[in-house]
């Protein structure tokens, strides 16, 4: 909206710059969602973008960190993680129950040949960006 103001650190370029051509556009792209959802929550004021254990990270004052991140342990597939100790993914699969594939209660993956759901992804994003304001809603404030 109006105010929106991303503040991203420099150092989280070199992480982008540094993924492997076959999925740096599935990061970016993964990235963009973010992006985008926070500047359509009205509730974000600021996205700070930084790194947190080397993996791209996006912070809000309202809200639960969300990293997201490709290994070369598992080439095949990349991932968008969230603080295992909030109810967030579990509230996912309650919501969106086989639209994605889920790591226990810390991640969102994704295989490289899949099609990501974006508007289903989005939600559960802006869950994430504003989670300390919609985390006693039974659904996190998730719209079907």
Same mark, same amino acid.
């Given at each position: ?52 254990? +080397? ?7 309202? +809200? ?39 790591? +226990? ?35 996190? +404030?998730?719209?079907?």
């Amino acid at each position: 909206m109006g105010n929106f103001k991303l503040k991203t650190d420099p150092k989280v370029e070199a992480v982008y710059a540094n993924y492997p051509d076959f999925v740096r556009d599935k990061m970016q792209y993964l990235r963009q969602l973010v992006i985008e959802t926070a500047e359509e929550t009205a509730e974000v004021l600021v996205l700070e973008e930084t790194l947190k254990w +080397g993996e791209p990270s996006f912070v809000t004052k309202s +809200g639960s960190t969300l990293r997201m991140d490709w290994k070369e342990k598992t080439p095949e597939q990349y991932a968008m993680y969230f603080q295992c100790t909030s109810r967030l993914v579990d509230t996912f699969r309650l919501v969106f129950d086989r639209t994605f594939q889920y790591e +226990g209660k810390r991640a969102i993956v994704f295989q490289l040949n899949q099609d990501i759901p974006a508007l289903e992804l989005k939600e559960c994003i802006k869950a994430a960006l504003i989670y300390h304001k919609v985390k006693d809603l039974i659904t996190l +404030g998730i719209r079907l």
